[in-house]
């Protein structure tokens, strides 16, 4: 399979790693079959507090041709910041390419002058739904959920980019009088992802895993109920649970013996309050833990 990979043209990206809206890290997958959910999770550190502007959170997301987003949250570490949804960006990144002056006479240049991208990739732009100010230091959790059912097939290099809603933010990464103004964007190319095709499968054929894997269920977030996907390599004792914040058992989902292969599991909040939740499946080879957010 080819790699689609592609060139930053950003001259001034990797002098500004210690300013701006950072990454501290990005969790994805790195194979996925085309059609399963893809999620990621985007670890972002404010740098500098916000005192201006309420602002909204911007994020550009580079992947194959063919992905819809579904669905996201972002957590914030600041207690006085509101957690909430991410939504598509009604004006596509518009004030990370712009400036206001090119935005209002309708005179904005292409992203695509700025970083090169495949002809087999695009742009999804999110942002969060609450607006606020932040102290420094402020740790952001971003997760983002896509369709992938009509993705291509290949090797694909994601890219990502976060920014305060503010305008002419690449611009901005481009001029050096602005490297020691601590509170604007970053970037994180060459995100490797495989898309491979599903797995062939008949009634008479049981497509076994290699090793036991637990997704991210899905919807996330839910309301009332969402549905886990689990995988185990063997036969086998399976329990999985749902625990608080606190890291309190508050429901046990299953425990029981399990044939080797897939299973899907539907858990239902209906008698829980709105919050974050985290699921726990054990089996005789170890424990996988992941994260999901009910909103009522």
Known sequence: MKIKSFNIILVMTFLITLNGCLFDSIEQPSSIEAGEQFTTVLN???IAQEINNAHHGIVGVLHPIGWVF???TFESSDAETPSGNMVLDPDEGMKIICSEEQYNNNDCPSLDDKISRPDDMEWTF?????GDYYLEQTLFEVTLNFNTDNSSIGDFSMGYITTVNTWGMMDWLNTEDNVDNPNMT??????MVSVISPTASSDNVKTIPESFYLSQNFPNPFNPSTNIDFFIPSDGEVSLSIY???GKVIHSLVKDNFPAGSHSLTFNGNKYSSGVYYYVLKTKAGAISRKMTLIK
């Open 186 to 191: 970053d970037t994180s190319m060459q995100n």
């Open 44 to 46: 972002i550190n404010s």
């Open 126 to 130: 999110v942002l969060s739904d609450v």
């Open 244 to 246: 608080d914040i606190n």
């Open 70 to 72: 579904e669905s996201g």
